[in-house]
């Protein structure tokens, strides 16, 4: 899968919240059915957890910026909750 793409769909066609505090609102909402981290995800909670709340978490390989960048925005993300992934696939990425 193309993650990049996959992530731009699912930012224009699905329900995405973008930060670590709207991720972490989301997860306690049990809204999320995906968490995506970056490397330099400042939080402890999510920067080892394989799920959290039976949420599942994706660690991205990159820093914030590129995970920003992936998604097509100007400016870092560390971290992002799915809350509705659209046309987007991105819900099959395996977070294990």
Known sequence: MDL???????LTSGKVRVGLSESLESLKA??????IVSKS????????AKR???TPV??????AQELGAA??????I???????????SILTLETG
């Open 71 to 76: 998604c097509g925005k100007p400016f870092p």
């Open 52 to 54: 959290v709340d039976g």
């Open 30 to 35: 049990k809204q999320a059915k995906l968490v």
């Open 78 to 88: 560390s971290t992002l909750a799915v809350l509705d992934a659209g046309a987007s």
């Open 41 to 48: 995800c400042p939080s402890s909670l999510l920067k080892d």
């Open 4 to 10: 990049a793409h996959a992530l731009k769909v699912a």
């Open 58 to 63: 994706y660690h991205f390989e990159g820093t």
